[in-house]
């Protein structure tokens, strides 16, 4: 029984840590950014899915959903992306019904020089505090959850 308790208490106390670790490092990278670059977190989190998308491009509602986003949200978001010429939108050359995003040179470029921020807040306050050996048990302790990435993109917002 106290081996278990200890375990609770362990698990417990790693999700606290977790949970507060990612919101501060979040909170960090969305100032900066914001504060640097004038882009605000959803418009960054929108320009990385499309960057990492087949040919830089998605239909909205695959953008909505991939961000958890209400389609009003979305389009919120986009008109502003569109208006910095960031992204463009047309409608879908294959059915010709849908509307697709891309994301354009512009916008490449700006979420290139954004995620190499977050990249270095993320070396800064979270990576440079553990030794190389945590370093790389952290990576493997994550490398099972790569494998489970596409059933929790699936995980829509939607219930």
């Known amino acids: 029984m106290l081996h278990e308790d200890n375990t609770a208490l362990f698990r417990d106390t790693a999700w606290t840590v977790f949970t507060e670790v990612t919101m501060r490092l979040a909170f960090l990278r969305n100032t900066k950014i914001k504060n640097r670059l004038n882009l605000a977190p959803a418009e960054y989190e929108a320009l990385f899915v499309l960057y990492v998308a087949e040919n830089g491009s ?16 979305l389009s919120y978001v986009i008109t502003g992306l569109i208006e910095r010429g960031l992204v463009e939108k047309s409608i879908s050359k294959r059915d010709g019904r849908g509307y697709v995003a891309t994301i354009t040179a512009a916008g490449r470029k700006l979420w290139e020089e954004a995620n190499q921020m977050e990249r270095d807040l993320f070396n800064e306050y979270f990576f440079n505090v553990l030794s190389k050996g945590d370093q790389e048990r952290f990576a493997a302790m994550l490398a099972p959850f790569k494998t489970e990435l596409p059933t929790l993109r699936e995980v829509h917002h939607r219930y």
Not at 58 to 73: E, I, K
């Open 58 to 73: 998605l239909r909205m509602g695959t953008l909505a959903d991939s961000l958890c986003f209400s389609p009003s949200r």
